[in-house]
């Protein structure tokens, strides 16, 4: 049995990042990732002015309830959607000119519903390009909140980003939602926002958050489950064991249940309160699985669905077209040119058995593919990846750890 320690989660750390800003005094983080997207955040607050120090396993930020600490900014924020989503708005909670780009990715993905949304909400926000997408200034003059409706049915981000800021809203934030899609990080902001001191409801569409502000704390960051699913599958895949300490039964992270799914297929899965392990048992059955509210996962089940001894179909992801790249097509394109049957549909893919040939997996920038695909690679000897380095994006030693990972009996 080999026990693999993830880094943490990007998806909480740049939560913990956001809240740990907003808070009043200086919030401790352990187990922060270090990563290309987490940089960026990092990046990000510093040219708005706040204080974050990072060199040591404890980050210390000290928060400003008042928003940035400069009267005028420029944020690039590379490829990171949490960056291009969550750091306008915290902005807004401010005082100020904020400019906001990104790459030439991040630009191609939306963000016009929350947009939309600010505005609603009194916020002057101005896209310099397509409407909708970055390039954008936000002019701040703090949010006094209210009452706003939201479509998060392309993106669950664009709910976090204003639950977020709800609490330093003067009336706090009341939001309608008119379609959601992974629900679980939804749960995930909630939880993070309590442990900061502030109160949520949700009942049925409706979110709250009351006004009041952040309170400085010291925050444990969990690894990240999404990283945790290529161990998972590997050991699925391969008739190996791994355990993954940090993530059992309490874990926030949605992306848990893909464990779950190896075990609908024969794997052996065990979730303790304090990690998660997977045994392969030589055997992966096909199934028909909903991966709406865990989709970040859906590459990796397609990667290794061609070893299932049935077809694998995943649905209701379409968000997953609007990620890095268009996943779907991406992971049917590149099964296709393993010697894989896949096909796609609005929303779904299926895959059929299969003995796939090494080909190069074409990553389109994806770090969500070139991992995926690096387990495709266990039971396909000569698979290589167009762009390996893609994987800094969330896990820059991915291709070290795995490699050990594979070596191990």
Known sequence: ??????????????????????????????GGLRSDDTEAFLAGLSSLGYSADTAGPEWRVTGRPEGPAV????????????????????????????????SEQMRR???G???????????????????????????????????????????????????????????GLRVELTGLVSVPYVHITIAMMRAFGTQVTWD????????????????????????????????????????????????????LRFAE????????????????????????????VNMRDISDTMPTLAAIAPFADGPVRIVDVANTRLKECDRLEACAANLRALGIRATTGPDWIEV?????SAAEI?????????????????????????EPAVVAKTFPGFHEEFAAFTRNP
């Open 204 to 255: 049925g569409d409706i979110l709250t958050a009351e006004p009041g502000g952040y309170t400085a704390t010291e925050y444990d960051i969990e690894p990240d489950a999404s990283t945790a699913s290529y161990f998972f599958a590997a050991a699925a895949l391969t008739g190996k064991t791994v355990t993954v300490p940090g993530l059992g039964t309490d874990a926030l992270q949605g992306d």
């Open 71 to 102: 009267r005028e900014a420029r944020v690039f924020c590379r490829d990171g959607a949490t960056v291009a989503r969550f750091l306008p708005v915290l902005a807004a909670s401010g005082h100020g000119t904020f400019r906001f780009d990104a």
């Open 109 to 111: 993905r939306p963000l």
């Open 362 to 386: 074409r990553c389109h920038g994806d770090h969500r593919i070139a991992m995926s695909f690096s387990v495709t690679g266990l039971r396909v000897p000569g698979l290589t990846l167009d």
């Open 352 to 356: 059929h058995p299969g003995a796939p």
């Open 113 to 171: 519903p929350l947009t939309a949304a600010l505005r609603d909400l009194g916020v002057d926000v101005v896209h310099h390009e397509a409407e909708g997408h970055h390039p954008l200034t936000v002019h701040a003059a703090g949010i006094k909140g209210g009452a706003v409706r939201l479509d998060a049915s392309l993106s669950s981000q664009f709910l976090t980003a204003l639950l977020l800021a709800g609490p330093l809203m003067a009336n």
């Open 261 to 288: 799914i190896l075990g609908l297929m024969g794997a052996d899965v065990a979730i303790g309160p304090d990690s998660t392990t997977v045994r392969g048992t030589g055997r992966l059955d096909g199934l028909t």
């Open 1 to 30: 049995m080999s026990a693999v320690l993830i880094p943490g989660s990007k998806s909480i750390t740049n939560r913990a990042l956001f809240l740990a800003a907003a808070a009043r005094g200086t919030t401790v983080l352990r």
